[in-house]
């Protein structure tokens, strides 16, 4: 199968802007932000979408959100606050087949998203 663009990433066979990577994950700057802030949580097992989820995949999902909340720690938006997004599939916007969690923020949102 042909790997995504993530896992390219995650291969260093195309670069990124990198903050954080452990055995599990890795977080890098969009390419096309949408906001000052905007991070993309990767998992380094690929995992199609979230329909793809198994039980076993609890902890990894858990695992990113732990990472979304030190990131809001460490770039000081904690408190004034953000957003983490999955898109699943096409009416989801999802155009990477590797489940990422975006996490945005930066300036006040809006709400309900287009
Ligand atoms: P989604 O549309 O939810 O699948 O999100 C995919 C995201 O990946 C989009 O926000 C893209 O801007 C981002 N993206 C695509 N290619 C790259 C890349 N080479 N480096 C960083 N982000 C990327």
Redesign the pocket.
């Known amino acids: 199968m042909n790997k995504t663009?993530f896992e390219k990433?995650i291969l260093r066979e195309?670069p990124?802007t990198i903050h954080h990577e452990d055995d599990d994950l890795i977080i890098?700057?969009?390419?096309?932000p949408v906001a000052p802030i905007h991070l993309?949580i990767i998992p380094k097992k690929k995992i199609e979408t979230l329909n793809d989820l198994n039980a076993e995949d609890t902890e990894l999902i858990g695992k990113m959100f732990q990472a979304a909340k030190k990131m809001a720690i460490k770039l000081g938006i904690d408190k004034s606050g953000y957003r983490t997004i999955f898109?699943c599939n096409e009416d989801g916007?999802?155009?990477?087949y590797h489940i990422?969690l975006?996490f945005i923020g930066g300036r006040s949102l809006g709400w309900p998203p287009g």
């Open positions: 663009i990433i195309i990124a890098i700057d969009d390419i096309n993309l898109n916007g999802q155009t990477v990422h975006h």
